[in-house]
T-cell receptor, first 115, second 110 residues
Framework: DTGVSQDPRHKITKRGQNVTFRCDPI?????LYWYRQTLGQGPEFLTYFQNEAQLEKSRLLSDRFSAERPKGSFSTLEIQRTEQGDSAMYLC?????????????FGSGTQLSVL | SQQGEEDPQALSIQEGENATMNCSYK?????LQWYRQNSGRGLVHLILIRSNEREKHSGRLRVTLDTSKKSSSLLITASRAADTASYFCATDEGTYKYIFGTGTRLKVLA
């Protein structure tokens, strides 16, 4: 257990529905990242936050995706009008924002299946 | 987008043998990290090497970095069945964004 928790672990939804995932990072970690991973591929960067500010969002991320981190604590990732191509593992990671601690702590992920 | 390419894509070895996997990347970096992922789980950090370092050791792991060739290698010595996993390199692109490679799937046969 890395200390980063994600909920739910699995989500099955029908095409066109909206889904929301939650990530609770390690409490003292300022930076929070979202990644997407499909079978046999490496994690693909989606977005990251420093405290409550969303500092970067991947150009590959369509406007159906939105992420928030209110109060700089937990984060949510919402996908609107899901498509079958959204089926993937969604991973959250966090880290402290000091110079010598660059390693990321990952949650176990949310596996999304869009039918 | 993925910055790194791991080589080989898959590797199968006998327990006790050494496993070597390579990573190539595209842009300048501050550091390069290696992560391990067991099937269906999140990633776990293994080791970090900074751009001004050439080699680093941690237990049975040895990492090298060649910034002139934009490449790194991860060596696992005396492999065990429990080392079976996917291994990914990640680079920071000189920012706080971490980009992962495509991974090497290692299978260690008992």
């Amino acid at each position: 257990d890395t200390g980063v928790s994600q909920d739910p672990r699995h989500k099955i939804t029908k095409r066109g529905q909206n889904v929301t995932f939650r990530c609770d990072p390690i409490s003292e970690h300022n930076r929070l990242y979202w990644y997407r991973q499909t079978l046999g591929q490496g994690p693909e960067f989606l977005t990251y936050f420093q405290n409550e500010a969303q500092l970067e969002k991947s150009r590959l991320l369509s406007d159906r995706f939105s992420a928030e981190r209110p109060k700089g604590s937990f984060s949510t990732l919402e996908i609107q009008r899901t498509e079958q191509g959204d089926s993937a593992m969604y991973l959250c990671a966090s880290r402290r924002m000091d110079g010598n601690n660059e390693k990321l702590f990952f949650g176990s992920g949310t596996q999304l299946s869009v039918l | 987008s993925q910055q790194g390419e791991e080589d080989p894509q898959a590797l199968s070895i006998q327990e006790g043998e050494n496993a070597t996997m390579n990573c190539s990347y595209k842009t300048s970096i501050n550091n390069l990290q290696w992560y391990r992922q067991n099937s269906g789980r999140g990633l776990v950090h293994l080791i970090l090497i900074r751009s001004n370092e050439r080699e680093k050791h941690s237990g049975r792991l040895r990492v090298t970095l060649d910034t002139s060739k934009k490449s790194s290698s991860l060596l696992i010595t005396a492999s065990r069945a429990a080392d079976t996993a996917s291994y990914f390199c990640a680079t920071d692109e000189g920012t706080y964004k971490y980009i992962f490679g495509t991974g090497t799937r290692l299978k260690v046969l008992a």
